[in-house]
């Protein structure tokens, strides 16, 4: 188990979850829970796309980079530098081929409340999408095709996450977004987070998400909480998931079976805090994240709590 919900004293939900902690050279550090049963990386693995996206379309101001990397919130400067590396390519939002959404982050979904529909652009993925459809222009791919898992894009993210997780990530699905999702563990992709925290090939991308966490993110929560107090990238996928890359250090992934969010974000700041990666000081600011209120009546009635224990 990884977290706990207690209500007026009494516990009424729990979170389990596997963990793995890896190290220089694809040594397991840590774990907690099963780390090699598979499931879908979801958006954690945006960095290593985003890689191939300037791989194969050349780089982007590091603003950019954190956008292309983010599940973003939506917000006017998430959108304005989408639309910008989709018009510097000579493109527009009809080719993307995220499917429209309505903005992610309150505030910027209040403030579009009023337009006729939701828009493609404003879907968390867009940032990716726009990079990839660049990346196909500069190589003279087809773009119409580029979320078909045959197209040459799609196979070299297929083969990059394969070399960075040391593991098969096939059959691929289908993610939300309409592009490939790959299938691995949480120990294959806290090897890749290792490799992302120590391969200067990623330094690019790390520095992007870590100078930018809220480009990176856009909705405030456990991946942009912890890019700001420690030095490190985090990048969370959907369905309880989230990732950590402790510069020239670590890997870390927490995984929710019952898809929980909230239980990821408390178990990864148990994580770190149990490696004694946490100072005072950073507990105190990720206290929201490790230890959530549980309201009744708009007041403080309970919290959520970490559970878990390494095992030895």
């Known amino acids: ?151 040459p894009l799609q196979q070299a993210n297929y083969e990059l996450i394969a070399a960075v997780t040391g593991e098969d990530p096939g059959p691929v699905g289908i993610d939300g977004c309409g592009a490939p999702v790959f299938q691995i ?29 809220m480009l990176a993110s856009g909705v405030d929560g456990a991946d942009a909480a912890i890019a700001r107090v420690i030095d490190a990238a985090a990048k969370r996928g959907a369905e309880g998931l989230l990732g950590v890359a402790l510069r020239n250090r670590l890997g870390l992934v927490v995984k929710v079976w019952d898809g929980a969010r909230r239980g990821a974000g408390v178990g990864m700041v148990a994580a770190l805090d149990e490696l004694g990666l946490l100072t005072r000081a950073n507990r105190a600011h990720l206290e929201s994240i490790g230890r959530p209120h549980v309201l009744g009546g708009g007041e403080p009635v309970g919290h959520m709590e970490p559970t878990l224990r390494f095992e030895q």
């Open 185 to 213: 563990s949480t120990l294959g992709l806290a090897r890749g987070f290792a490799r992302f925290a120590i391969d200067p090939d990623f330094r690019a991308i790390w520095w992007a998400m870590h100078r930018f966490p």
């Open 1 to 151: 188990m990884i977290a706990r919900v207690v209500r007026s004293g009494v516990v009424e939900a729990t979170h389990d979850g596997a963990v793995a902690v890896v190290g220089v050279g694809g040594s397991i550090v840590a774990r907690s829970g099963d780390i090699e049963r598979r499931f879908f990386a979801r958006s954690a693995v945006k960095p290593f796309q985003t890689y191939n996206a300037l791989r194969f379309g050349g780089d982007l101001p590091p603003e950019h980079v954190a956008v292309v990397a983010a599940s973003h919130g939506g917000d006017p400067v998430h959108v304005a530098i989408v639309q910008s590396i989709l018009s510097g390519a000579g493109l527009s939002e009809s080719d993307l081929r995220c499917p429209p959404a309505w903005p992610l982050a309150p505030g910027s979904a209040r403030r579009v409340a009023g337009a006729p529909g939701p828009r493609r652009i404003w879907h968390n993925c867009s940032g990716k999408h726009a990079a990839m459809l660049r990346a196909c222009v500069v190589q003279g791919w087809p773009v119409e095709s580029y979320v078909d898992p045959d197209h």
